[in-house]
Structures are given as C-alpha cells and as structure tokens.
C-alpha cells in the first residue's frame, strides 16, 4: 500500500523537476545569448520569474510533509535536500537573468568576440556543471554529484586566470565591469551546482561532503 | 559471592541475553551497552521483543511461568541474573512504569510513600520529604500539594501517569523502565511525560519502549531496533533517523512495514 507520505513526495518531486528543466534553459539560453550577442533577457525573466514561484511552491511543500508525516531516514534526507535544491535553481534562474540583463544594458559597448576567451571556456564548463547537477538530482546519482567536485577545480582555475586577463585590460575598454559582472555570475552558478551535487550526495549517502 | 566484573563505565552492560516462554525463543542473544544519565529508546515492530527486553532489565520475566532467560545483565558492574542477586533490590534499583497509569487504590501521597516504606527506607517526616521529592521530580507536586490525602483515581490520566513515575522514583533507582508511557495519553500529558523523560536523565537512566517514531526521535539519545527478538541497529538516535545502516530500519522507521 502507498504511503500517505509518497503522495506528498511525488508532488514534491514534480515541482523540483519542472524547476531543475527551466534553471538549466535559462542558464544554457542567457550564456548562449551573451556569447552570441544575442538578447534574451525578456525570456530569460520569464522562466526566472516562474522558478520563483515554483521555489515558493517547493517550500510550501516541504513544510506541510514536514509537519504531516514528520518524516525520518531517505524520506527526510529527501525533503530537506529538496528545500535547498529548490533555492540553488531558484538562484541558477536569478543569475541566468543577471547575465542576460547585463548583456542587455551593456552590449552595445563592448568590441570584442568571446571565441577561445577563457571566459568562452568558462561558460561551456558551467553549462556543462549545471548539466551534470540536474542529472544527478533527477537521478540521486552520487557518483555522477561527486564528478562536479573535478569540474569546479577547472572552473576555479578559469575564473582567475579571466580575472586576471582583464586585470591586464585598458580601463578604456568601456565592457570591462560587464566581463567581470558576467564572471563572477559564472562563478557563482559553479558554486550552486557544487552545492546541488552535495545535497545529491546526501540524499543517496547520507554521507555530507564538501565539492568546493 | 555476587559476580562483579570490571566495566568500562556503562550502566548496563546486556551480554548474549537469551529468554524463552516456553518454546518461544523471544530474545535472541541479545547484547548490548547502555550509559548512564542517557535516555534509550526501544522500538520495533509488536511483537518484536521490546517489552520482554526492559522487563529482563528488572527481572519482571521471572514472575512469568514458562520463562528462561539466559546471559547477563550487568547493572553497575553487578549482574542481575546471578545466583546471589536480591531480585527485589533489583525492583528497587531499576523501577518500572507501565503502559496504562496503575495506582494503587490509595490516596495520592500513600501511592508515592508505599515503595519506601516497604523497602523501610524511609518514615515520618523523612518520608514525607521523599514524596515531595518524588513528586517534584515527577512534575506534579504543583498539582496535588493540596490534595495529598486524595486518592490517586481523582486524578486525570496523565497526572495518574506522573503518580506512577513519582512513585518509581520514591524508592531511589538508578534506572527508570518505561513501557509505552504516553499510548493511553492525550497530547498535552504526553508533552509533559516527554519533558519529564528529558528532565529525568539528568540524574536517571531511561529505557523506554515506544511505538512512536518521533517521541523516539524527541526524548531519546540512543535508540535499539529490534526485529524478530534481535538487535538489528543501535546507535545515536539522530543517525537512526537520519541514515539506518540497515535496510529493515530505513523500513521500519519510514513506514514500509511493521
């Protein structure tokens, strides 16, 4: 027979994946566009504005299994993990639109192209580790969470060797504050999807582990 | 002369605990270390053993024609089970507190005052410090300090309940059994038991059996799983509940079966 419970977590589950689908197109879709030089910020706040409300959702949904059933073992390790899960794709969306708006505000200034930049490079491994987080939440895969760990090494290594290149960069280049905006976005959308990869960890292991 | 080996500062210290009623086998090599001043949770499915467990721990079996018990119980060092242990001293030193409240028909201070005057412990004035003790311990003096000479069916089930913790306490154990103290109380009374349980390991031992997962989760520090009279997990019960190593808890305790 079904536990009551599991009615609440399917529910629970679904919010979290339709979550986990709009966090990584609105990561994918603003990196593409500032790369590209194309705008996307209206679509961009669009889908952010909906992992807003479905982050709302997620809570909600978590306080009333917690109080309900008082969960306990994976059931708990699931609804707590999953409240913070909500929020890392919550900010996945928040700085999806930072990016996409900082193109926006800022494109017309800037000259040149980002080919084989280490901000390019950059970009595609975070894509690539938003990716891998929302596999291995779908999943509860650990193995897979424990690999973002190498990932974001490469992505730390990235970040300040871009800092540093545009340390060495005229102040006349009018772009300069948008670059660094854009990579510290970059930075910090790494760190969520480290921290997504621990709670997966969590969830599957019970183990709590460190991947920054 | 009585047993005594050398412990490494458990309160009880269960070795290869084996009980019998007639042909069922209902512990099974049971083993297993508990520190003072904690408060363990027992828990598993009905049936499982958990009551026959707490009741070896006071020598409660004995009195249950057809029981065995093999092994050791250890309490201080000093084993239970041994040919020259006083089985009342036992009852004395590791009180018991059943399921439903059970006071005697007697009046409220006379329930609380009957355990040391039988163990001649106490009279006179001294005794009626003792009760106020144990009743101050229990968390019911406030109530009843002005109705001493009531009797104990007066009162509602859960000051019943404290009655009866009061009246365990009055003769001075080290360790307080409880058998499902709150299934036949409402949630406020609960509350107060659960409080209590906390406030008592302070200065007692607490073993208590329950068949709720959160009062488990709320009042203990370490929690025994058993299942089919064996000991499938014990631990800290915030790992219990967290992440069980074993696959029949994480069942149990989320509601799979049981």
């Avoid at chain 1, 008082?70 to 900010?91: C, G, H, N, T, W």
């Avoid at chain 1, 102040?171 to 990579?183: G, M």
């Avoid at chain 2, 721990?57 to 029981?67: A, F, K, P, T």
């Amino acid at each position: 027979m079904r536990r009551l419970l599991d009615v609440g977590l399917e529910e629970l589950t679904t919010i979290l994946f339709k979550m986990g689908g709009i966090a990584e197109e609105a990561v994918g879709l603003s990196i593409e566009g500032f790369l590209e030089g194309v705008d996307v910020s209206e679509k961009v706040q669009s889908l952010s504005a909906v992992l807003v409300t479905l982050s709302v959702d997620a809570e909600d949904k978590t306080f009333e299994l917690l109080v309900k059933y008082q969960p306990v073992a994976s059931d708990l390790r699931v609804i707590k993990s999953y409240m913070k899960i909500a929020y890392d794709f919550e900010r996945y969306g928040r700085y999806a639109l930072d990016i996409s708006f900082d193109h926006k505000t800022f494109a017309e200034l800037r000259k040149d192209a980002f080919t084989n930049t280490p901000l390019q490079k950059l970009a595609e491994k975070v894509i690539k580790m938003v990716q891998t987080s929302v596999t291995a939440f779908k999943n509860h895969d650990a193995e897979l969470a424990r690999k973002l760990a190498g990932i974001e090494d490469e992505v730390d290594k990235l970040y300040m060797s871009t800092l540093k290149q545009y340390s060495k960069t005229s102040f006349r280049d009018n772009s300069l504050i948008s670059k660094i905006l854009v990579t510290r976005y970059l930075e910090r959308i790494a760190d969520h999807a480290t921290y997504i990869g621990e709670s997966v960890v969590y969830i599957a292991t019970g183990e709590r582990v460190t991947l920054r | 002369m009585m047993a005594i080996y050398m412990f490494d500062g458990e309160k009880i210290d269960i070795r290869n605990l084996n009980v019998w009623f007639e042909d069922n086998h209902v512990l099974k090599d049971i083993s297993l270390k508990i520190r003072g001043n904690t408060v363990t949770a027992v828990m598993g499915p009905s049936g499982c053993g958990k009551t026959t467990l707490i009741r070896a721990i006071n020598r409660m079996n004995d009195v249950i024609e057809g029981s065995r018990t093999t092994g050791q119980i250890y309490v201080d060092g000093r084993d239970i089970y041994d040919s020259n242990s006083n089985v009342y001293d036992v009852r004395r030193k590791v009180g018991m507190v059943f399921q439903k409240p059970n006071p005697l028909p007697k009046s409220i201070y006379e329930n609380v005052a009957f355990g040391p005057k039988i163990h001649k412990m106490a009279r006179g004035k001294e005794l009626d410090q003792v009760v106020e003790k144990s009743l101050r311990e229990a968390a019911l003096w406030d109530e009843v300090n002005n109705r001493l000479k009531d009797s104990a069916f007066e009162l509602s089930g859960g000051q019943q309940q404290r009655l009866c913790i009061a009246r365990a306490l009055a003769v001075k154990p080290d360790v307080v059994l409880m058998d499902e103290p709150c299934s036949a109380l409402d949630p406020a009374a609960t509350s107060k038991i659960e409080q209590l349980i906390r406030v008592l390991s302070e200065n007692y031992t607490v073993i208590i059996v329950t068949h709720n997962m959160q009062q488990a989760a709320r009042v203990s520090d370490f929690t025994v799983f058993l299942y089919l009279g064996e000991i499938i997990e014990y631990g800290k019960t915030k790992n219990i509940f967290e992440n069980p190593q074993n696959e029949l808890t994480e069942k149990y305790i989320t509601g799979e079966f049981g």
